[in-house]
Nanobody
Framework: EVQFVESGGGSVRTGESLRLSCVASPVIDSCMGWFRQAPGKQREGVAAIYAGGARTRYDGSVQGRFTISQDNGKNTVYLQMNNLKPEDTAMYYC???????????????????????WGQGTLVTVSS
């Protein structure tokens, strides 16, 4: 089972940026994803990346603002978040799964049950 150490969350203002990091142990899995859950809302998929980094998936609400990437040498997955909005406020979670996890991404988002390993989360708060 993959374990994670997430970091990079914080409190920012609208329009500012944050970069989340997720260090995986022992190694990055075939599909790595970022999810978020706001208070009173369901968890939703934000972005995912296939092993090797050649293919990515994004939720429409973050497309063009967020970028997922990975550094295999550091076993780390990043989520660069630009032009943050108050509606981005949430706990952000790193997750890992097989290729099927990434393949499950559709217009309605990913099948989160295909992600078998989850981090503890890092809080992002965006104020107006």
């Amino acid at each position: 089972e993959v374990q994670f150490v997430e970091s990079g969350g914080g409190s920012v203002r609208t329009g500012e940026s944050l970069r989340l990091s997720c260090v995986a142990s022992p190694v990055i899995d075939s599909c790595m994803g970022w999810f978020r859950q706001a208070p009173g809302k369901q968890r939703e998929g934000v972005a995912a990346i296939y092993a090797g980094g050649a293919r990515t998936r994004y939720d429409g609400s973050v497309q063009g603002r967020f970028t997922i990437s990975q550094d295999n040498g550091k076993n780390t997955v990043y989520l660069q978040m630009n032009n943050l909005k108050p509606e981005d406020t949430a706990m952000y979670y790193c997750a890992a799964g097989t290729l099927w996890a990434c393949n499950s991404w559709s217009s309605s988002g990913p099948d989160s049950t295909r992600f078998g390993s989850w981090g503890q989360g890092t809080l992002v708060t965006v104020s107006s």
